[in-house]
């Protein structure tokens, strides 16, 4: 594992890091220093931006990503030929590196990430040219629809049916956890065409030109934090053409499950978590931070606190490590496999427990919710960052499938 850049690398950086100092509005400069009501760091949300009603919303998701667009970088893991960056595995690290840093929002959805490349290997020449240029274009941006109630980790068991009646699939059913729906513009989704079949088969991959389709249902999931993320999508006589199938019918399953995008690493989540424990431990040595925390308690120093936020400040390094170790192996040709699970179950175990160090810190404090509130330590950050890293180790695959993979794949351990 190389953690220095070779000469090609550094230069790549610094082109990224012009573009961010040159391109980057000012909104999402202002959010990531913190001036916007949250923590500092924190990117804006370029899917949710684009149809804001503030018009400086609206204007800073067109800049930003025309500005990335211009590059070839709203796409960066596409190939050149279907209008993408066709970046290096390395330079698609240091570009989301550099980014994660800068607080910047990542533009394209699920449309950049998970519809293209499927598109790109599966979809035929015609519907490459439907659908590429709006995804590229950031006039179009999709949803998801694969998790149902009763599938989640086990997702080969979905049951949203869809029936052929003529030049056309009839759909029923309904999808759980669709992240974005709200604001997405249109949906792909696997649904079951061939009940009788074994559940990995029988599968068919279906993209839905438009989320406001007749009989297609949107209803908002509240978390815990009350914030609007995820939805309900229920699916009630939805009609779709047949034209509309990805790859062949009752293949979907071996179609969904194509990806290119190179973002294992996690480095994002790993580069935020290094940036709040530094965020954190410069609170403390304000006026501020040392009349609100804990550190001195009546018998002086709390060695037990400071104890905790060195752990936690190691451990902002060890994730950051599995980062370089995934790229690494890319960079050499080499495909992760326990090794991302390892990363992606450290990080977001990791991040659970630095909230609630956080929250430990600040005693009493960290009830209040209100980051307005002058009582509220680090704008409440803490408080906030406690109860929305819950789900962190059950989305994208949880802990206990991520420990499974890592017992059998990288242990060689039996299967269960």
Do not use: C
Not at 184 to 212: C, N, S, Y
Request: charged share 25%; aromatic share 8%; proline share 5%.
């Amino acid at each position: 594992m190389d953690w220095a850049d070779n000469a090609e690398q550094a230069a790549f950086r610094t082109e990224v890091k012009q573009l961010l100092d040159q391109g980057l509005p000012d909104l999402y400069k202002r959010l990531a220093k913190g001036e916007g009501g949250g923590e500092e760091g924190q990117a804006g949300d370029w899917v949710a931006d684009r149809k804001a009603a503030e018009p400086e919303r609206r204007e800073a998701a067109k800049a930003w990503g025309d500005a990335l667009a211009a590059r070839g970088w709203f796409a960066p893991q596409w190939p050149k030929e279907y209008g993408g960056g066709g970046l290096s595995p390395m330079e698609q690290f240091i570009l989301r590196q550099e980014m994660a840093l800068a607080g910047a929002p990542t533009v394209g959805g699920s449309g950049v990430s998970l519809l293209g490349p499927t598109l790109i290997v599966h979809a035929s020449d015609e519907q490459k040219k439907k659908y590429l240029p709006d995804i590229l274009s950031g006039s179009k941006v999709y949803a998801q629809g694969y998790s149902e109630p009763g599938s989640g980790s086990d997702l080969a068991s979905l049951q949203t049916r869809a029936v052929k009646d003529g030049d056309e699939y009839v759909l029923n059913g309904q999808k759980i956890w669709t992240s974005g729906a709200h604001h997405a513009d249109a949906l792909f989704a696997l649904t079951r065409t061939d009940p009788d079949a074994p559940k990995h088969r029988g599968i068919t991959f279906l993209v839905l030109d438009d989320i406001k389709a007749p009989g297609l249902t949107i209803r908002p999931l509240i978390n815990m934090a009350w914030k609007h993320g995820f939805n309900e999508t229920f699916f009630e006589d939805v009609r779709v053409p047949v034209a509309n199938v990805i790859g062949e019918e009752n293949r979907g399953w071996y179609v969904g499950a194509t990806l290119l995008d190179f973002e294992r690493s996690n480095i994002s989540g790993a580069v935020a978590q290094k940036r709040t424990i530094n965020s954190l431990l410069a609170y403390t040595k304000t006026d501020e931070g040392r009349n609100k925390s804990k550190l001195q308690g009546r018998g002086g120093e709390s060695t037990a606190l400071r104890t905790e936020l060195a752990e936690r400040f190691i451990e902002t390094g060890v994730g950051e490590n599995f980062s370089f170790r995934i790229i690494s192996m890319q960079n050499r040709g080499l495909i992760p496999n326990y090794e991302a699970s390892t990363a992606k179950m450290f990080i977001s175990e990791s991040g659970q427990r630095l909230q609630r160090t956080g929250t430990k810190l600040f005693g009493l404090y960290s009830n209040i919710w209100e980051p307005a509130d002058p009582r509220a330590p680090a704008k409440a950050s803490f408080t906030q960052g406690y109860v929305t890293s819950v789900p962190a180790t059950i989305a994208a695959g949880s802990s206990e499938i991520q420990r499974n993979i890592i017992a059998t794949r990288g242990l060689g351990l039996p299967r269960g």
